[in-house]
């Protein structure tokens, strides 16, 4: 009860905390050597399109993971991103496609965004409801959307593949204002947001309050049912917006394939950024670089020549280390 | 009552991290008795148990059982061995039947097979024993608490048991089911069966035991015919208190000499929630230390909680400020006024991966925000503010509030309600795990603070502070306020007696 404090006030380097010290920039220092590396051995990493490659690639990922991270603050877990993804796929070419609206381009696109992430949003709050009104565990409350929400995306389309050349939706995926990708933008925009919600808004504190300790938080009067109702639905939000970006990209639709595996990107992003998978500690902005980090170990093996299914491993034994990082931190 | 002595266990001593939580305890339990042990938190008696039930290992001392030594190294040796252990929590297998349960690992065979039927026929054979009648073949989570704890004796006695230890096993039942469980326990008895029987309820060892052992601080304080201890003396042997000769101050507190109670601010009428809270009624007077005594499981936290609107009422009815006030969530409570410090300060109190500044600073949020953004700059001229003014130790606001000691973090927990100016603040044991010191500055803060308008609602467990520090004191007992003492009344032999006798002396509480 009496212990000291472990901090120094004369700032010496006496105990120098090697694992915390990995653990806070571990993955800045890691992602900059990737980034040394490919300067020194791969072709033609200094290039614009290199740089736009991995961007494009990391972004729906990105996207996933900021929603993901604010439910993983609160000290939950969303395994039904990905499925979510695929009903807010199958949900929009649905609509834009639908004749009714009588070769109105622009009111199909914008009713079928504006329907497909409100879609997503209430996938989210359905989940949040679950994990705050029933105290279910939020790994088995978003395995019910996980299984039924790629189901409902497959029932929605008869499992058939949607084609489509619309490029007042493309644009999402495909357009380039001031010669950035709109997904970039999209990223970046939420990253930012996000980053300075958790860290200057009330809704923020909640956030890391509840999933810190969630008995002290409901005691200081935090309404904690009502914070994870929100970054369930926030994270629908996300994933709805990935949905619509990753089938504006492939100019197609498929139930079977929209987000799959999303869930796990998502969640090894989230871990490698150094947000405490228990929740009580997040980083937005560990979040982007630790996605941008497993994105670029993957770019580099591929560029160097090794194959798909060694980069897994890598990726793999990557997400251990940082998970063991953090480990090392809490003694 | 013959002297057979059953069990024998001397000088025991145990160490945890050479953290003495045993010293030379003795206990002894004759057969076909029933054997109160009873202590306050942390006196011995759970490590006791876990050492003769073989979860500990003794690091000193004898222990004989039916006239041999007894060494056993786990909880199932020790069944195997004629000794059976009932645990609050029931530690059975709800979605099994109950034959599973009781028959668990001790399973008949025939032709390599289980034999169902004769397994039923001694489960309803053993419950049969204490006339409970029921069908063995369903799962045991279907029935009551009070139904399952039989099921776990009469486990226990299939392992033929000769002596089985309850662990505060009234703690879940209603009055009905604690006199049958009782009815179970002389039975056990008439079988020749002895009986450790753990509670904090006074009235239930005086119906039921035999005898008692009493410990304090990991040593046995005293052993005796119940016939041949009183109330108080039970009681104030279990607290360390010496009814004859107790004088001195002992804490920071200094009751000022007159009565200057204010208006009334928070009146309770026989609140009643879960089992712990039957009939509490109480008033709490502006600028006043109002103070909950009683011994563990008095119910005191839980009403609190109530108050709090952390947990819901069954009956009863508040009132604030002379408006009906019914809480149903900590933040009305925290919007009607009322502060809050709970009695475990890391699992209901600090946020730990959190900064002093954002603990400090929690509960003030709405106040301290404007469209969802909360104002940095008013936030680090209040968290200043408190830093300075309590004396809170700590590298600055930013420092995680994990890093502080007990006393420091208890002071930021303090601050997070004084910041919010309350009207009523409540102090669920604010000086324990804390230093001396810092108790000292705690107790003294707390004073300044009731002078100063504040109204304060202490629980504490150490009587002294209750006591010396409270203008008003109510004393509860099962989950009723049997006594209010006010003013000059107030004394550790006043409280002690209200606590062990059950009434009082002065004026009856409530209506």
Known sequence: ?331 | MGADLLLAMQGVDKRFAGIPALSQATLEVNAGEVHALVGQNGAGKSTLIKVLTGYHQRDAGEVTFLGKPFEVSSPQQAQAGGISTIYQEINLVPLRSVTENICLGRAKRRFGLLDWRAMHEEAEHLLNRFRVRLDVRRPLGDFSTATQQMVAIARAIGFSARLVIMDEPTSSLDEQEVQVLFDVIRQLKADGVSVIFVSHKLDELYDVCDRVTIMRDGRTVRSADMSDISKLELVSQMLGRDVSKMEGHATAFSRPPADRSGEVVLTARSLAAGQAVRDVSFELHRGEIASFAGLLGAGRTETARVVFGADPTRAGSMYLDGRAYAPTHPRDAIEAGLGFVSEDRKLEGIVPDMSVADNLTLALLPRISAGGVVDEGKQREIVDRFIKDLGIKCSGPGQKIRELSGGNQQKVLLARWLAMSPDVLILDEPTRGIDVGAKGEIQRLIRSLSDGGLTVLMISSELEEVAEGADRVFVLREGRTVAELAGDEITEETILAAMAQGHVSHQEPGQ
């Open chain 1, 1 to 331: 009860m009496t212990d000291a404090p472990p901090w120094r006030s004369d700032g010496a380097l006496a105990n120098f905390d090697v694992f915390g010290f990995l653990a806070r920039y571990g993955t800045l220092i890691a992602l900059l050597l990737l980034v040394v590396f490919n300067l020194a051995f791969t072709r033609n990493f200094a290039t614009l399109q290199t740089l736009n490659v991995n961007l494009t690639q990391v972004c729906t990922i990105v996207i996933v993971a900021v929603g993901m991270t604010l439910v993983i603050a609160t000290g939950g877990i969303d395994l039904s991103v990905g499925s979510i993804m695929a009903i807010a796929g199958a949900l929009a070419p649905l609509i834009f496609l639908s004749p009714i609206f009588d070769g109105n381009v622009a009111v199909a696109v914008a009713v079928a965004m504006v329907s497909a992430i409100l879609v997503a949003t209430l996938c989210g709050l359905f989940n949040g409801w679950l994990v705050a009104q029933f105290r279910i565990q939020p790994i088995v409350a978003t395995l019910v959307l996980f299984i039924a929400g790629r189901g409902i995306a497959q029932a929605l389309t008869n499992s058939n593949l949607q084609v489509f050349r619309v490029p007042e939706f493309q644009w999402i995926g495909l357009g380039r204002p001031l010669g950035l990708p709109v997904q970039v933008i999209i990223m970046v925009v939420l990253v930012a947001f996000a980053a300075w919600m958790l860290r200057r808004t009330r809704f923020g504190r909640s956030i890391l309050a509840t999933g810190g300790n969630e008995r002290a938080a409901e005691l200081a009067g935090v309404a904690v049912n009502r914070t994870k109702l929100a970054v369930y639905a926030i994270s629908g939000f996300c994933a709805g917006i990935a949905g619509l970006v990753v089938i504006a990209i492939n100019s197609a639709s498929d139930a079977n394939l929209v987000g799959l595996g999303m869930e796990l990107d998502a969640i090894a992003a989230v871990a490698v950024g150094g947000t405490l998978l228990v929740g009580g500690r997040a980083t937005i902005v560990g979040t982007l670089l630790g996605a941008l980090t497993i994105q670029l170990v993957r770019y580099t093996l591929l560029a160097n020549g090794v194959p798909d299914a060694a980069a897994l491993i890598v990726k793999a034994g990557i997400i251990a280390l940082a998970v063991w990082l953090q480990q090392q931190r809490r003694t």
